[in-house]
């Protein structure tokens, strides 16, 4: 009986320590994504920044170039200093945490660089691992956009 009820606690400690322990099902947001938003297509990567939080940089957009024929900038950006950045370049989420209880990623901000906005964000893997959830709110106010995940 001590046996068995050592094996069974050995077994549940194991569990909640890998599940405490957040490395891999965190990091299964990071790759690159198919975004179709507001007339946009572009592609995005997500990646773990150094402090643990994830973070979101376009790599290419769809119909880059201005009317004459350069990069388009970042232009509505709210942050004056940040208006020269290309469209190919933005870094559109910054400090999404994992939050392994609820098995979603949140606490985060999205940058919307067409309406020059920035919200609160989370994210939920779906479609077998296919498809992220993405949630931006602000004042109450929320819009859920699908991102296909490529890579």
Known sequence: MKTLIFTLLSVLSAVCLQDSCDGAEADDIV???????????????????????YGAQVLWI??????????RLDEKNPDRSL?????????????????????????GKIYDPTRGIRAN???DIVDEGKTL?????LLGIAQTVYWDRIE
């Open 83 to 107: 208006r020269n950045i290309p469209c190919n370049r933005i870094e559109i989420i910054k400090g999404l945490r994992y939050d392994a209880g609820k098995e979603r990623w949140s606490g």
């Open 62 to 71: 769809r119909d880059s170039l201005d009317r004459n024929g350069n990069l």
């Open 31 to 53: 790759g690159v994504y198919h975004v179709s938003h507001e007339r946009e297509e572009s592609r995005v990567r997500i990646y773990k920044a150094s402090d643990g939080t």
């Open 121 to 123: 964000v989370t994210c």
């Open 133 to 137: 959830k993405v949630r931006g709110s």
